[in-house]
């Protein structure tokens, strides 16, 4: 079977799945899981309702050679999980710095998933960034264990847009010194 890898970006085990880069295939369950309110509301950039084509145009702009921001799925496959179980991500940033964002969908919840997607994104540190940052939504404690699970520290308090709630949202900062 063809599958387009992204040499620049690396395969990351952990231990219920694989990070690996977006393929054009990913885009169906992309959709799927993004289309789901609760998902996109926890997020700054999913807009709600899904437009179409929207996952088609995120996995493109991921696999672009001059992109800033390295996307991971985290493919389950291997481990008789789903094919995509949600997406983690590293955005570089000025001075060594990178900012790390992630979902995961609504069926993976609470199950330590995104904990171990971060925890294995952190241990690799592509980027080899000195200093990574994260923020969520303040309605969201969880995403904030995810952090706090993975060694980051708050940080502060401020407030990011939300394509999908059409305002802005009160979030948590975090970093974690590398």
């Given at each position: 079977?063809?599958?387009?890898?992204?040499?620049?970006?690396?395969?990351?085990?952990?231990e219920?799945?694989?990070?690996?880069?977006?393929?054009?295939?990913?885009?169906?369950?992309?959709?799927?899981?993004?289309?789901?309110?609760?998902?996109a509301?926890?997020?700054?950039?999913?807009?709600h309702?899904l437009?179409?084509?929207?996952?088609?145009?995120?996995v493109?702009?991921?696999?672009?050679?001059?992109?800033?921001?390295d996307?991971?799925?985290?493919?389950?496959?291997?481990?008789?999980?789903?094919?995509?179980?949600?997406?983690?991500?590293?955005?570089?940033?000025?001075?060594?710095?990178?900012?790390?964002?992630?979902?995961?969908?609504p069926g993976?919840?609470?199950?330590?998933?995104?904990?171990?997607?971060?925890?294995?994104?952190?241990?690799?540190?592509?980027?080899?960034?000195?200093?990574?940052?994260?923020?969520?939504?303040?309605?969201?404690?969880?995403?904030?264990?995810?952090?706090?699970?993975?060694?980051?520290?708050?940080?502060?308090?401020?407030?990011?847009?939300?394509?999908?709630?059409?305002?802005?949202?009160?979030?948590?900062?975090?970093?974690?010194?590398?």
């Amino acid at each position: 079977m063809y599958q387009e890898m992204i040499s620049t970006q690396p395969v990351i085990e952990a231990e219920r799945f694989t990070l690996r880069p977006l393929r054009r295939s990913d885009a169906g369950l992309i959709a799927f899981y993004c289309a789901d309110k609760r998902v996109a509301e926890g997020t700054r950039a999913i807009p709600h309702p899904l437009p179409p084509g929207t996952a088609e145009n995120f996995v493109a702009r991921a696999q672009a050679e001059d992109r800033v921001e390295d996307v991971w799925a985290l493919d389950g496959s291997a481990h008789g999980l789903a094919e995509l179980l949600g997406v983690v991500s590293l955005t570089r940033l000025e001075g060594g710095q990178s900012e790390v964002g992630y979902w995961v969908g609504p069926g993976f919840w609470n199950t330590g998933i995104a904990s171990q997607a971060v925890a294995a994104l952190v241990q690799a540190n592509p980027h080899k960034a000195r200093t990574l940052f994260a923020e969520v939504f303040q309605d969201d404690p969880a995403s904030a264990r995810v952090l706090t699970n993975c060694g980051f520290d708050y940080l502060g308090d401020a407030e990011s847009w939300s394509l999908a709630r059409g305002r802005h949202v009160p979030t948590w900062t975090y970093l974690r010194k590398m």
